[in-house]
């Protein structure tokens, strides 16, 4: 029998995620926030994983991402659908309410849709994002999280306000993952479009992201998901054989000082002739932060690090009051970030750039686009 879910926005609010491959899901575990984190999990090990967890640890909040958009296109008849041993499956609104009971089954904190890659808005067809938000709105259930797996296309001006107009139709909270070859957000007009989104949507986490994830939290967002690997990070093209989302075998950390996930080949090369910069989290214990192999072992600590240092920065945030005050405090972050970047440079004598996802994050924020309620009511407004 499954737990009937009270509020779905309460889980959602203010939690940080990490979407782990479920065959790293026991190794992150024990960096979990219970009260502020939890996992998503990817990978055909995910569903089994996801029942051992809440079994064992029923106050962690785990739910499962099916990956279809890794492999398919949506299509506005078929929006749906999943990769099965016997071959693709097209879900129909029978097969989709299956689908999410099975994940429920297997214990996840609430469901999650798998909806196929939504491709960039060709010339006004908004049609596949509409059949999305359509064929979930007649979801009879309150357990959903529907997820749009978008191009990064969908934040650029001319194409946000649809976005903006078919998240706030959803009768479910909304979970987008912004798609792109390499970092989305170094893409023209995305990083204010995702800001306006944020700050548009109340209903709005950001998905498979990396440090966006605060900036879209700072800027209205209910929550995010990080992911743990590279590939993780951001949304990729669909193909027939990807996987869920490996680990490649060199270790990647975050540098929380530089905002920055740097491998650690490139940190040996600053720290060739000073002392290395070190991490006081409780899987570094103040070691240096260059001392990660590309031994198995090494590489899982290295992202059990970077878990750690994403829930530092995370219990920052959350305790900022939203609004005004978790900007500031991100902006805060970035100032920090860039006279670390200036600090390295002039300490190591090498060119350290303030990378360019950060340079848009210090610029200013803009507005939410109003409702089209409040379009009307300004229109209608006069002397009373
Ligand atoms: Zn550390």
């Given at each position: 029998m499954r737990a009937e879910i009270e509020g779905i926005d309460e889980i959602l609010r203010d939690r940080l995620l990490i979407m782990v491959n479920g065959q790293l899901a026991i190794d992150m575990l024990p960096y979990i926030s219970a009260r502020t984190g939890g996992m998503v999990l990817t990978g055909a090990a995910a569903p089994v994983r996801c029942r051992e967890i809440r079994n064992a640890l029923p106050e962690t909040v785990v739910v499962i991402d099916h990956g279809s958009h890794t492999q398919q296109v949506a299509t506005a008849d078929a929006p749906f659908g999943l990769k099965t041993s016997y071959g693709w499956r097209e879900l129909d609104l029978a097969g989709l309410n299956g689908i999410l009971d099975g994940q429920r089954d297997n214990r996840a904190s609430y469901a999650v849709t798998p909806t196929c890659f939504i491709p960039a808005d060709q010339a006004g067809d908004m049609s596949v994002l509409k059949a999305v938000v359509r064929q979930a709105n007649?979801?009879?259930?309150?357990d959903t999280v529907v997820l749009l797996p978008c191009?990064?296309?969908?934040?650029?001006r001319s194409s946000l306000p649809h976005l903006i107009e078919q998240i706030r139709a959803c009768r479910h909270p909304v979970a987008l993952i912004v798609q792109a070859d390499?970092?989305?957000?170094?893409?023209?007009e995305a990083p204010e479009g995702l800001r306006q989104l944020c700050r548009s949507c109340p209903r709005l986490v950001l998905w498979r992201?990396?440090?966006?994830a605060f900036d879209a939290m700072a800027h209205g967002a209910q929550g995010a998901a990080v992911g743990a690997s590279a590939v993780l990070r951001h949304g990729v093209a669909p193909r027939p054989?990807?996987?869920g989302g490996g680990y490649k075998p060199f270790p990647v950390v975050l540098v929380r000082r530089l905002l920055r996930y740097h491998r650690v080949a490139t940190l040996e090369d600053w720290f060739a002739h000073i002392d290395p910069w070190t991490c006081d989290c409780v899987v570094c214990?103040?070691?240096?932060?260059?001392?990660?192999?590309?031994s198995e072992a090494d590489v899982i600590a290295a992202l059990q690090h970077t878990v750690c240092e994403l829930y530092g920065l995370h219990d920052e945030l959350d305790a900022t009051l939203p609004g005004d005050e978790r900007i500031g405090w991100w902006r805060q972050q970035l100032a920090d970030a860039w006279e670390y970047h200036r600090l390295l440079a002039s300490q190591t004598g090498t060119e350290v750039p303030f990378p360019k996802v950060l340079q848009a994050w210090h610029r200013a924020s803009p507005p939410a686009l109003p409702t089209a309620a409040e379009h009307r009511s300004q229109d209608q407004s006069g002397p009373s």
């Open positions: 007649l979801l009879r259930r309150q191009s990064w296309r969908w934040l650029r390499g970092d989305p957000l170094e893409r023209a992201t990396d440090l966006a054989d990807n996987g214990k103040g070691a240096a932060l260059t001392r990660f192999t590309d």
